[in-house]
């Protein structure tokens, strides 16, 4: 039924946006080398990031194939409840603008090895900065790299490490420019994503309308809706299949802060955007990004549910099997092979801008922790502001090296890819979160506290993952903080969701290192608080409007879809 290719009206679209995006980056890059660089320019831009291009940045650099086929794939599995994720996260957003980024600032924080350092010691510093190196490689830059070549090589028929091999050598083009390059190029990325996302949508909608005799975007929404109700639903009851990826009010009372707080929050790869501006330019790019989010399931879970219709219309079925499964994970790519030409191209070109966008702010950020807080500090602290440039440029071409490598032997595609990454990382989130809110917030927190919530929180997290193996949990079950599985290697065991898991970990982190600090405290331990002063927490009064805005227009959507 369909072809798995692009025409020559398509390719033409793809490389209007491929000269488009390289051809500014080139000018801003020429534009910068005539103006006085040293380490902090191209690691940070500092100074040189608007506001806009703080947070159409953050939006790209964020946005990538997780969303765009790992989302999708489970808005076409569990529905719009997926969309938690991203709604969440605009008001996280605002919470980071209003409590985080003014603590980094003003204490001229640029990595957040560097907060650790200057907040607890060397070791916490060096520990949490080589664990992030790992992290970032392994886990999240080897599924934007395999997540993507497997979406670009379902539409255009490419062979699949083409598409990995294509995609690297360009996001290391534009991270080569550093990141004044990444920031400026990221604005015309998202308007790509966004062009094409909302294209693919539009298309995806107007599918269900004809297929049930009628026209329309709005009608293929209602009519979604009815064919499709149990997908509109927000929160889930005790008794859905999802409930272990979507635990009920978890998702507005518990871990899903945690993911967002720590991923918003204390995440070189995002907080990287906003350190090099002033505290009105960071705040008014994370306010963007905010509305930004609020937009993304309109692009990304709509059209995941609109394939779930059409697939149980029998529109298409063979397309979303692999391996003799469905796979859910393909309807994003099934989606975009029934655009028509020239759309199906700028489709394509959202798809590889959110993609290479992404993988350009994460091979940065790792240049940025590698160079500046392990080669600056422990290997050549003599090193010139050049040669620290040149170790980030080398650091950006090892790292997609080794993801290339790595990123085919992980089995991505069969874990569903955007559980893979919520899963893995949750192992660690809770932890380097009690550990940095503590450490903003309580003067007396220790170090030795921090390096308990890294390690006890690590081996808490695998303790609970593997406790169903030889415990009976259904007691927890009345109180929602345990599911039966469905997956047959489970044996029918109740398990802990992850996100609650997650919560659980955060509070056995929270209450540990109290204590330990406590202890130490009482025992004359000398502690190194933050800088801080209550009048920087003082938002603007736009600000303050447009936080109210984002705010009541949560509110609305948890009301209408609840």
């Known amino acids: 039924m369909q072809q798995h290719q692009l025409s020559t009206a398509d390719y033409v679209v793809f490389l209007i946006y491929f000269v488009v995006v390289a051809g500014y980056g080139l000018w801003i890059y020429q534009r910068k080398k005539s103006e006085a660089s040293g380490s902090k320019d191209y690691f940070l831009a500092e100074g040189s990031l608007t506001w806009w291009a ?65 907040r607890y010691n060397d070791t916490v510093a060096m520990i949490m900065a080589v664990f992030w190196l790992l992290l970032y490689v392994i886990v999240n830059l080897t599924s934007i790299l395999y997540l993507g070549a497997i979406a670009i090589s379902s539409v255009s028929g490419l062979d699949l490490n083409a598409c990995m091999y294509a995609m690297a050598f360009f996001a290391v083009i534009i991270t080569l420019g550093g990141m004044k390059v990444i920031g400026y190029t990221d604005v015309i990325q998202v308007f790509f994503l966004i062009l094409g996302g909302l294209a693919t949508t539009y298309l995806a909608l107007s599918l269900v309308a004809e297929h049930n005799g009628t026209t329309g975007v709005l009608n293929g929404f209602h009519l979604m809706t009815q064919q499709a109700g149990d997908h509109f639903q927000m929160i889930f009851h005790r008794d859905n299949p999802n409930y272990l990826d979507l635990p009920g009010l978890t998702v507005l009372v518990g871990g899903m802060w945690i993911v967002n707080l720590n991923y918003w929050g ?30 993304m399931p309109v692009i990304v879970v709509l059209p995941g549910i609109a394939a779930f219709v059409l697939y149980k219309q029998n529109v298409f079925g063979a397309e979303m099997m692999q391996g003799g499964e469905l796979n859910p994970d393909r309807a994003y790519p099934v989606l975009l092979n029934l655009l028509p030409v020239g759309l199906k191209g700028l489709s394509f070109a959202a798809l590889t801008a959110a993609v290479v966008a992404s993988l350009a702010g994460k091979t940065n950020s790792i240049a940025t922790i590698f ?22 440029k080398l650091t950006v071409m090892v ?10 032997h992980l089995g991505i595609d069969k874990k569903g890819g955007f559980q893979f990454i919520q899963e893995y990382t949750g192992f660690v989130s809770p932890g380097i979160f009690a550990m940095f809110i503590l450490g903003f917030f309580w003067k007396k927190t220790t170090s030795s506290a921090a390096l308990f919530a890294t390690i006890g929180g690590f081996i808490f997290s695998v303790l609970l993952k593997f406790l169903p193996k030889v415990a009976d949990l259904s007691f927890l079950a009345p109180f929602g903080f345990a599911s039966k599985s469905l997956d047959l290697a489970d044996g029918g065991a109740y398990i802990i ?66």
Do not use: H
């Open 54 to 118: 703080i947070g159409a940045s953050l939006i790209a650099s964020n946005i990538s194939a997780e969303q765009f086929v790992g989302m999708s794939g489970s808005g076409f599995k569990m529905g719009l409840a997926i969309a938690t994720y991203e709604w969440m996260a605009s008001i996280t957003l605002i919470i980071v603008a209003v409590f985080f980024i003014p603590v980094y600032l003003k204490n001229r924080i640029f990595t957040m090895p560097q907060f650790l350092s200057q």
């Open 266 to 295: 204390c995440n070189q790869y995002i907080t990287q955007r906003a350190l090099g501006a002033d505290l009105p330019t960071a705040r008014g790019g994370l306010l963007f990004a905010a509305f930004l989010k609020l937009l």
């Open 371 to 392: 160079t500046l807080d392990i080669y600056k500090k422990k290997l050549r602290p003599d090193a010139s502001e050049a040669q620290l440039v040149r170790v980030g």
């Open 399 to 408: 790292a997609m090296i080794l993801g290339v490598l790595i990123a085919p």
């Open 497 to 562: 969701p992850f996100l609650d898991r997650m919560g659980f970990v955060f509070i056995f982190c929270i209450l540990g290192m109290v204590l330990i600090s406590v202890f130490q405290t009482n025992r004359g331990v000398k502690t190194k608080g933050l800088a801080i002063d209550r009048s920087m927490f003082k938002p603007t009064p736009a600000f303050t409007v447009g936080a109210l805005l984002v705010f009541g227009l949560i509110v609305a959507l948890y009301t209408v879809f609840w």
